[in-house]
C-alpha cells in the first residue's frame, strides 16, 4: 500500500489567495482526519469524517478554512482567502474503523503564505 | 477532555544510553494509549500501543506500560541509536464517543554517536 498520500508537500502563496490541500486515504480506511502542526500550538485536529461524512468540525479555526470528502478515496482542506498565521504543515491522516487502532499519516504539505 | 503532560526536551543521549520518557495522562472512560513518533520532514508514526491495563505495548525496541493506577504509559529503549533521533507524541484514546487521540506536545530526542 503506498500509504496516506498528499498533494503538494510545499505550497507557497501570497496572503488572500485561495490554498487547497488534497489527500488520499490508505483503500478501505473509513475514517479520515486533518491536523495542522505549528511550533507554537503543536498538533491541532481540524476535522475528522468517518464514511466521508464531516463529524465534528469544531477545531476549523475560521469561516476561511473548509474541508471535503466527495468520495472513500479523495479528500481537501481548503483556505480561502489564506493569511499569513495559516502558515503551517497540514496532515492527513486515516484510519481503519475506530480511531484506537492508529492512525496513518500522510507526509504532510509545508504551507507558507507570504 | 483529555490531556497529556510529557516532557517537552529536548532529551540528548550518547548513542546506547537509557531512555525513558514520561508521559501522564487524563481521560474520560478507559482509553487506548499510544506512542507515535516523527522523524524529521515525515508524518507522525505509530510506534506502539496498550489498550488495558498492565499491557505492554513494544516495537522496534521501545516498550512502554499501561499503568492505570498511575494514568502513565512511559516511553523506553534500552539503547538508543542515532536513528532513534525523532520526536515522540504520547496519545490517550478515550473509550467513549469518538476515540480520537489527544497528542501531547511531543518530546524531541536527539542521539549522538
Known amino acids: 500500500d503506498a500509504g496516506v498520500i498528499q498533494s503538494p508537500r510545499h505550497e507557497v502563496t501570497e496572503m488572500g489567495q485561495e490554498v487547497t490541500l488534497r489527500c488520499k486515504p490508505i483503500?478501505?480506511?473509513?475514517?479520515l482526519f486533518w491536523y495542522r502542526q505549528t511550533m507554537m500550538r503543536g498538533l491541532e485536529l481540524l476535522i475528522y469524517?468517518?464514511?466521508?461524512?464531516?463529524?465534528?468540525d469544531s477545531g476549523m479555526p475560521e469561516d476561511r478554512f473548509s474541508a471535503k470528502m466527495p468520495n472513500a478515496s479523495f479528500s481537501t482542506l481548503k483556505i480561502q482567502p489564506s493569511e499569513p498565521r495559516d502558515s503551517a504543515v497540514y496532515f492527513c491522516?486515516?484510519?481503519?474503523?475506530?480511531?484506537?487502532?492508529?492512525?496513518?499519516f500522510g507526509s504532510g504539505t509545508r504551507l507558507t503564505v507570504v | 477532555g483529555n490531556s497529556v503532560t510529557q516532557m517537552e526536551g529536548p532529551v540528548t543521549l550518547s548513542e546506547e544510553a537509557f531512555l525513558t520518557i514520561n508521559c501522564t495522562y487524563t481521560?474520560?472512560?478507559?482509553?487506548?494509549l499510544f506512542w507515535y513518533v516523527q522523524y524529521p520532514g515525515e508524518g507522525l508514526q505509530l510506534l506502539l500501543k496498550?489498550?488495558?491495563?498492565?499491557d505492554k505495548g513494544s516495537n522496534k525496541g521501545f516498550e512502554a506500560t499501561y499503568r492505570k493506577e498511575t494514568t502513565s504509559f512511559h516511553l523506553e529503549k534500552g539503547s538508543v541509536q542515532v536513528s532513534d533521533s525523532a520526536v515522540y507524541f504520547c496519545?490517550?484514546?478515550?473509550?467513549?464517543?469518538?476515540?480520537?487521540?489527544?497528542f501531547g506536545r511531543g518530546t524531541s530526542l536527539i542521539v549522538h554517536p
Open positions: 491522516a486515516s484510519s481503519l474503523g475506530r480511531a484506537d487502532n492508529g492512525y496513518t
Open positions: 483503500s478501505g480506511h473509513n475514517s
Open positions: 469524517f468517518n464514511n466521508n461524512v464531516p463529524i465534528d
Open positions: 481521560a474520560t472512560g478507559y482509553p487506548s
Open positions: 496498550a489498550t488495558k491495563a498492565d
Open positions: 496519545a490517550p484514546s478515550s473509550s467513549g464517543g469518538s476515540y480520537i487521540p489527544t
